[in-house]
């Protein structure tokens, strides 16, 4: 339609399509070089298209720490990078893949930082106190800082994503390990690993598993649990000397 002599620009389809059209305007680049642009993370070597999908996620990640992964769509995505949604779906079949592969590197680092709070010099006891604290602390912590990536999380456990069960897998590990420790040491009671493994991941549960912690703070006291007494308490379960 004409306007004072010039075309009057009008945006017609859907609001996917209306976001990839801003996406190539936004980067201030004609059609031909949006798709040059596009190709970058479409890349042709396997470091390359690692490259590309470690930038997808950097701001997938950024974007869902700050909208929340529900408004956190493809599209928005595109938009951020200044490309199309179709290059992202060439690195992530869907939207839950992309979440849950923010949430898998998201629970590397989790997962690193804790193993990196243990030192050769501790004892097992402290050791394994210092381990079952670490891991609460860190689902406290994200429940209170970052909102959006707990309720991703959340998401994660309540669908059973794969990312959910290989962190409870890696931190059974890590448990195991300085359980094992502490058998050898004579720190810890002798038995079934398997046993005491299935009663510490039984007891930690609640405070691994995000939607299970939500439900740990009330308004009456008594009903709260705290995190400190109840470490102490499954550690001490399993002590040779009882404290």
């Known amino acids: 339609?004409?306007?004072?002599?010039?075309f009057e620009d009008k945006l017609f389809g859907s609001s996917d399509m209306i976001w990839d059209a801003f996406a190539?305007?936004?980067?201030?680049?004609?059609?031909?070089?949006?798709?040059?642009?596009?190709?970058?993370?479409?890349?042709?070597?396997?470091?390359?298209?690692?490259e590309g999908r470690q930038?997808?996620?950097d701001v997938a990640e950024r974007?869902?720490?700050?909208?929340?992964?529900?408004?956190?769509?493809?599209a928005t995505i595109a938009w951020e990078l200044g490309t199309s949604r179709s290059t992202i779906y060439r690195h992530f079949p869907s939207k839950e893949a992309l979440e849950e592969q923010v949430c898998?590197?998201?629970?590397?680092?989790m997962v690193r930082q804790v193993r990196d709070a243990l030192t050769e010099k501790q004892q097992a006891f402290d050791q394994l106190t210092t381990l079952l604290t670490?891991?609460?602390?860190q689902t406290f912590s994200r429940m209170a800082l970052e909102p959006h990536l707990h309720h991703l999380f959340v998401e994660a456990f309540r669908n059973r994503w794969h990312v959910a069960?290989?962190?409870?897998?890696?931190?059974?590990?890590l448990i195991e390990g300085v359980v094992l420790k502490?058998?050898?040491?004579?720190?810890?009671?002798?038995g079934d690993g398997n046993k005491i493994m299935t009663f510490i991941m039984g007891a930690m549960l609640v405070f691994v598993n995000p939607g299970l912690t939500e439900l740990l703070s009330f308004d009456d006291s008594e009903l709260s649990v705290d995190l400190a007494a109840h470490v102490k308490s499954v550690v001490s379960s399993i002590a040779r000397e009882k404290l």
């Open 104 to 109: 898998r590197r998201i629970v590397s680092r």
């Open 182 to 190: 502490g058998q050898a040491e004579k720190t810890f009671v002798p």
């Open 134 to 137: 670490d891991l609460g602390r």
């Open 1 to 6: 339609m004409r306007h004072q002599g010039q």
């Open 165 to 173: 069960t290989e962190y409870l897998r890696e931190v059974r590990d």
């Open 55 to 57: 930038r997808i996620l």
């Open 24 to 50: 190539y305007k936004r980067a201030g680049i004609a059609r031909l070089q949006g798709e040059e642009r596009s190709q970058r993370l479409a890349a042709r070597t396997a470091d390359e298209v690692e």
């Open 63 to 74: 974007l869902i720490r700050r909208l929340g992964h529900p408004k956190t769509t493809m």
